[in-house]
């Protein structure tokens, strides 16, 4: 599987899963609304009545947000509190959520079930946790590697350099590499969530060095799928912001508008997080089914009694005869049926039947 056929298939696994993306943004929606009661309460009793606020429709003023802090400075820190607790929150609601969408992930051949939804959630908690606590330590390490070098090399000024584009440039090439290292990583966390899930493991660090051969070493498979995943997000966040100016909040009925562009977008966010679970899952899934593949002809060529047309024929006859074979293999498994044909050509017929049937049992088995 390449990353575009991946890429679609993700597509296809979150249409399949339509219900748990409905329930998703409803999940969303609601305990979005249940904590921006309190905040909406603080910010009417605040700045409610204040005339400024017409001011803010067009667009961001930067004026009237500073007259805001300067009036309501108090009441604002408090508001600012508590959206640092509703940011945390939602963080942890979404590694919650997550726990669930990797377990309906993992099982996707069977119909989707709320009841497994939920235990999933419940059950792979702890491990998506603390997967996103180890990520979240890289990813610092990371911006700090990148960006206190920089910021020396801002601090010794305009001494030794030619103009302000060095300064551009510089910054640029350190936002890009930071981009492409940050995904990189991020990927390697959404690999090792996915293993974890999918094998049943808990040992984070174990896992994720694992992840981190298996997105190296099928490099251009896995990296191209994210960066394309991401960059759906990007373009649907572009389009989002370019409707909202183009449409504006100047009046009552482009409000209205632009909240069913939010939640549609809100929406289409849900959907890309999905999408990007499901096409990991299913580029994980291909890699692992056809390096499976690829051994099993070397484990059959090596089993003396399946592999020549002579053992073969024995391992008939031997059932024929109601005498099953003792060596080790796919043999071992047949049995004598006390209403098998009593013809003895039809007999033979029906055992070699029935050993080529149970060896291809033990193929998928191995």
Request: glycine share 6%; proline share 3%; charged share 20%.
């Amino acid at each position: 599987m390449n990353f575009l056929v991946g890429y679609f298939v993700g597509i296809w696994n979150t249409v399949r899963r339509l219900r748990m993306w409905l329930l998703l943004y409803f999940v969303t929606l609601v305990f979005a609304v249940l904590l921006t009661i309190p905040f909406f309460d603080v910010m009417d009793q605040s700045i409610g009545n204040s005339l400024e606020l017409p001011k803010l429709l067009p667009g961001y003023d930067h004026t009237v947000v500073d007259d805001f802090l300067h009036a309501h400075g108090k009441k604002m820190s408090a508001v600012i509190g508590q959206f640092k607790g509703f940011t945390v929150f939602f963080v942890l609601l979404y590694i919650f959520l997550t726990g669930g969408i990797l377990q309906t992930y993992d099982l996707l051949s069977e119909k989707f079930s709320r009841q497994r939804f939920w235990s999933g959630c419940t059950t792979n908690f702890w491990r998506v946790l603390r997967v996103f606590l180890l990520f979240t330590v890289i990813q610092v390490l990371v911006a700090l590697l990148i960006y206190y070098p920089l910021g020396e090399f801002f601090g010794k000024g305009f001494d030794g350099i030619n103009d302000e584009r060095t300064f551009y440039k510089a910054g640029a090439f350190a936002v890009g590499i930071h981009v492409l290292l940050a995904s990189f990583f991020g990927m390697i966390s959404d690999y090792t969530k996915v293993r974890l899930v999918k094998k049943n493991q808990f040992s984070v660090l174990k896992e994720t060095w694992e992840s981190t051969k298996f997105v190296v070493r099928h490099f251009f498979k896995t990296y191209p799928l994210y960066l394309l995943n991401l960059l759906t997000f990007v373009g649907l966040f572009a389009l989002y912001v370019f409707l909202g100016r183009q449409i504006g909040m100047i009046s009552k009925t482009t409000i209205v508008v632009m909240f069913i562009i939010q939640q549609l977008f809100i929406f289409l966010r849900i959907g890309t997080k999905l999408m990007n679970l499901a096409s990991i899952s299913a580029m994980y899934d291909a890699v692992v089914l056809k390096s499976r593949k690829q051994e099993k002809p070397l484990e059959i060529e090596g089993m003396t009694p399946v592999a020549s047309t002579e053992s073969t024929n024995t391992a008939s006859t031997n059932l024929a005869d109601n005498n099953p074979p003792t060596s080790d293999g796919p043999m071992e498994i047949l049995d004598t049926q006390s209403d098998s044909p009593t013809n003895d050509e039809e007999n033979q017929d029906y055992n070699e039947r029935e050993f080529l049937e149970n060896l291809d049992q033990f193929q998928e088995e191995s």
